[in-house]
């Protein structure tokens, strides 16, 4: 056990933080999941890009540094620290590149990494149907064999950034006689064009953060489908572990959150009650248990360790971490609780409201907390499915 | 950054384990806390066998027939004695014995070899008025009081039996000295001598909360595949599951803090003491926490003396509030990361 940074991390540490204290916008930009705060979000994800600063664990050849783990968890940290703007790549970088690195060909790899990485092409997850939510495998949209690919039909919901992106990810049904978890195939769908129709739909906070996606008859060539035909489940669960457990969300975010908060507690401390003291540094503590609860995984993993179902026990602890930072910042504004970004006596422009907000979706999308709990409970600790 | 234990470290926690599975079954704690209703005196036992491992003096230098480890070393060790619910003063040993070494001469040196060879029981009055454990059983104790940390033996020691919830502990509160013993330090050194002590005692408890945590899911694990109500086990049904998974998270965000706490002590990190309560503060949420949870499932048997969950749930509520409360730990971290209230500058 050594906690002390390397000097090859450090200098790395140094590195980004000298960047990012250059280029991070002074002004935070607007919301990245409007259609104007979209654009500003992507010119960002570019320049990023270009500094080599998008992707640091990816081979250089994908736009990457072929830094190690801890170091992409340093980036993290100092990419947080610094205020820089959220990522409207992540559900391309964090969720769909782990599988095209597992499952792609070579020429998949070298056709969608690049862009994707250079925010040249933005992609968006397509897990949810109506009626298919934590139940993924009741899903009913369909693929349909023809000449030279598939015809996409069905319908998929929540699709973060769905609006503003170019393509999609998602499971359809290839074998019409199968049931539940058999039969997927994992394809890469367009967003634009012939059969694709999109209906924006605002989220909690008022921001057109998802799209319902309709597709009728959309023809999606051979080349985009990711894995083997039939073989979908296994594909996107495989690297389900790897986001709960790690990318989704790395401490770093969490860190930085606990640092505004103690900010605003030094603030109100004279008019806090004495009970929010104590929230304040149990969130603290808990930003610290999840930092080195990462620090033991990342170390596991270097050395060829896996992340399994385990990964679901951070899930939740993240999840309601951020809740209950949120809610011990409210609680510290008082009756200004309410004010929202526009007010112009809103604390931080209404970025606790607005986090708040977003925090609460924490414990349902990647899989709600109820389903990772039974996750634990069943693979975990081995207790009967029935 | 490096954030794992060395194999040789992983080891020295399978032989405890394996000592511990042997000889402190639940069987044998619960003889402890009978022997102790009926003012028996302790059988010989585990102690002396982890004794012979080395793992009582492991922390002591080469020169003093030690092995010179760390707290990073013991980290595993002591969580796997919580797991047994060791009835004996590991916690206090390990915690004192390299501050003794540092202190003791002369005829004091032979102390040290007593006490890591598990034959002279060491324990701890750090506090003036405070709880002192396994008091029964231990011939020293390292008092503070009227500015001086000293070594008693306990003919010195004026003691005032009392009765833990915990049997297995015989604690005592200690009313003052009849002798002043080996002096270990005064004034300002005696104050910076029982922090250390202090501190690594609390990182011990943290570690053996953890263990007994681990130990308390474990048995509501094993009763919920077991108990069958509704024609299916009760760990079938999504309550209890999700009782259990919470249990779980509770333990597994504790475990990282104390590992790190470890750490900053075997380096003498300057702020070791932030870490230190961080540790303890969670490890005694966690198994509070695991405590109530693991009752729950058991239902009823639990809520009797006859299952075993007792033996480690009272240990566990013992140990929240030894080397310092909840309130006092999360006080320290407050005074390290925030300002007070009330204070108009900055």
Redesign the interface.
Known sequence: ??????EK?EKFRAECRAWLEANVPKEPLPSGDTREGFDLHVEWEKKLFEARYAVVSWPEEYGGRGASL?EWLIFEEEYYRAGAPSRVTQNGIFLLAPTIFEFGTEEQKERILRPMAAAEHLWAQGWSEPNAGSDLASLTSTARRVEGGWRLTGQKTWCTRGSFCDSAFGLFRTDPESERHRGLTYFLFPLRGEGVTLRGVDRLDGDEGFAEVFLDDVFVPDRDVLGEVNQGWRVAMATTSSERGLSLRSPGRFMATASRL?EL??RH??T?D?YL??E???A???A???R??T??T???MM?GGEIGA?SS?NK??WSEMDVRTHEAALALLGSDFELDEGSSDASDRGAWLKGFQFALAGPIYAGTN?I???I???R??????? | MRFAFTEDQQMLRDTVREVLARECTPDVVRRAWEAQDQGEKKAEGPFQTLAETGLLGMMLSEEAGGLGMNEVDAALSIEAAGYAALPEPLIETLASIRVLESRLKGDGVELLSQIAAGEARLSLALDVGGVVPFAETAVLFIVFADGRLSLNRREEVELDVQVSGDRTRSVARLRGLKAPGIELGRGEEAVTLRAAIFDRAALGSALFLNGLARKMLELAVEYAKDRVQFGKPIGAQQAVKHHLANALIALEFSKPLAYRAAWTLAENEPDYPVHVSMAKLRASEAARTIAKLSLQVHGAIGYTIEHDLHLFMKRAWALTAAYGTEDFHRARVGRAILPEQGDKNG
């Open positions: 056990m050594d906690l002390r940074f390397t991390e801890m103690i507690y030094t401390r004279n806090a004495p003291r104590k304040v540094i149990d603290y503590i808990s610290e248990a999840y080195y609860y620090f033991g990342v170390t596991r050395e385990d026990m939740v602890y109820e990772q709990r039974n634990i409970a069943e975990v600790l081995g207790l009967p499915r029935k």
